[in-house]
């Protein structure tokens, strides 16, 4: 089939285009940059059309033959919504009505990217597809936003939409301003780890995500909403125990009680029932497997995540630390 991905070069557009190019589909890719130098890094891509485009401002055209949108272009860091709220909400909730229109005027099915941000996040509660809207910050208010134009869309055009809302995915080619990557880069570089130790999340490993995306484009029932996650809470403590155990060390560990915002839920565990009882999938690769298997990727690729290095040896008290505030103030590559 032939496949639009929007946000290509970011973690999950870039390890998804791989994942569906090996499967034999003909790949597009757009982004507005390869900042992060990821599309650089990967020859296989090279041989993909990639088309450089703002599509929240810019005019744009998708090749004759496009079978199926992949939306997932979004301004995604949680604490980047805290510090610019209307620059988050203006390009995702901007891009995805261009999307959505573009994909209406030409019938071309879409599968919309979501965030399981959208519940809030509370202790002691595990989440369904059938849970209301709770939006903590900025950035998941947008994807409500978003989630209802997909849904305004498939009514009033009858465009045929899927979504799917993503947990905590890590993996290869994160950006190391996300707790697990970010860490992975101190353990390089001999830095104690950095671990808010009371929040709760659903860590899953991106590979198993990517799967769980094919199967929602190619079975997934259209105006469904899919979770994609593991139902399996882990504390941010409980992590940086596993990162130490995956270096052999009793080495130093900064556990901070609060978040530098007030930007995200305490706890945030997901089940992806329809998912499984649907379409019969679930996660394959437990968390220590996936985090061993992140780890020995980040060693093997030292200059990638190393050209992040000032960011991840900042404070998380600082904004600073955000890999997209010197991203959108910085001239694309």
Known sequence: MNIVITGASGFVGFNLSHYLAQKGHCITLIDRDDYCQRLVHSSPLHEMTF??????????????????I??????????????????????????????LQYAADHR???VL???????????????????VYAPVSP??????ACETLAHSYAQCYNLPVKIF???????PWQLPDRIIPRNFGRMMDGLRLDIQGSAVRDFLYIDDAMKAIEQIMLHGQDRHTYNISTGQGTTMQEIGELL??????????????????????????????KLREELGWKPQITLEQGLEKTYRWYQE?????????????????????????????????
Request: proline share 5%; aromatic share 10%.
């Open 108 to 110: 071309i099915p879409v």
């Open 244 to 273: 130490l155990s995956l270096q052999r060390s009793t080495g130093d560990v900064e556990i901070r009680d609060q978040e530098p915002t007030q930007s995200r839920g305490s706890s945030l565990v997901v089940y992806s029932g």
């Open 51 to 68: 088309t450089c485009c703002d599509l929240a401002s810019d005019r744009f055209s998708l090749p004759q033959g496009t079978d199926y």
């Open 139 to 144: 950035y998941s208010a947008s994807k409500v």
């Open 165 to 171: 809302r993503l947990t905590n995915l890590y993996g």
């Open 113 to 131: 990217a979501s965030s399981v941000e959208v519940y809030g996040g509370e202790f002691g509660r595990v989440y369904s597809e059938s849970d």
């Open 301 to 333: 690729h030292p200059d990638w995540v190393r050209q992040f290095s000032r960011q991840y040896q900042t404070s998380r008290g600082s904004h600073e630390f955000i890999v997209d505030m010197a991203r959108y103030v910085a001239p694309a590559i």
């Open 70 to 99: 992949i939306h997932l272009a979004a301004m995604p860091h949680v604490d980047y919504s805290y510090h610019h709220p209307g620059e988050v909400f203006r390009n995702n909730t901007l891009s995805t009505q261009a999307v």
